[in-house]
């Protein structure tokens, strides 16, 4: 049952995003270069309506199981400006962050293969070079745990597709 109710949302969201122009590779360049001014107003309608409900989640929120919902703050490091710059390139080359990159193939643009490829290939390299990257750009922890195509496309690569 859970997963019909993740299969609504995201299909409500990719129809909101196809419709609103934010998958639009036309829409996303104007807005970079600040002659459509449309997706501002769709982001800044975002932010608006998510922080109220994001304030009154951290005071009164319940997970499923009942239990006090609790939001912790991410740490702040070097790497958070080295993956907003990256992820800013990508989406302004492409014209599509990982939502539209489904919207566009939901559409049947096949050009977002590409960018796909590009997003899953970013995870990959940062899962295999995480360990490295870890003491100059200030991360902590152990590398993340990437499961299913990221995993294997990593594996594939590693072992030049003897898997």
């Not at 609103?20 to 600040?34: E, I, N, R």
């Not at 990256?86 to 080359?93: N, T």
Request: glycine share 18%.
């Amino acid at each position: 049952m859970q997963g019909f109710a993740h299969l609504a949302f995201g299909t409500a969201f990719g129809f909101v995003l196809s419709r609103s122009g934010a998958a639009d590779y036309d829409y996303v360049q104007g807005m970079f270069l600040f002659e459509r001014l449309q997706l501002f107003g769709i982001i800044g309608t975002a932010v608006a309506v998510t922080a109220p409900g994001l304030w009154w989640l951290k005071r009164h929120g319940r997970t499923a199981g009942g239990a006090p919902l609790r939001v912790e703050a991410k740490a702040r490091h070097r790497g958070n400006v080295l993956g907003a710059v990256l992820f800013g390139i990508g989406w302004s080359i492409t014209g599509m962050c990982p939502g539209p990159i489904f919207v566009n193939l939901g559409e049947g643009k096949l050009y977002a293969l590409g960018a796909l490829a590009g997003a899953l290939t970013g995870a990959a390299l940062f899962g295999a070079l995480q360990p490295r990257l870890a003491r100059p750009l200030g991360l902590s922890g152990a590398a993340p745990r990437v499961r299913g195509i990221v995993t294997a496309l990593h594996r594939d690569v590693s072992t030049g597709g003897t898997g």
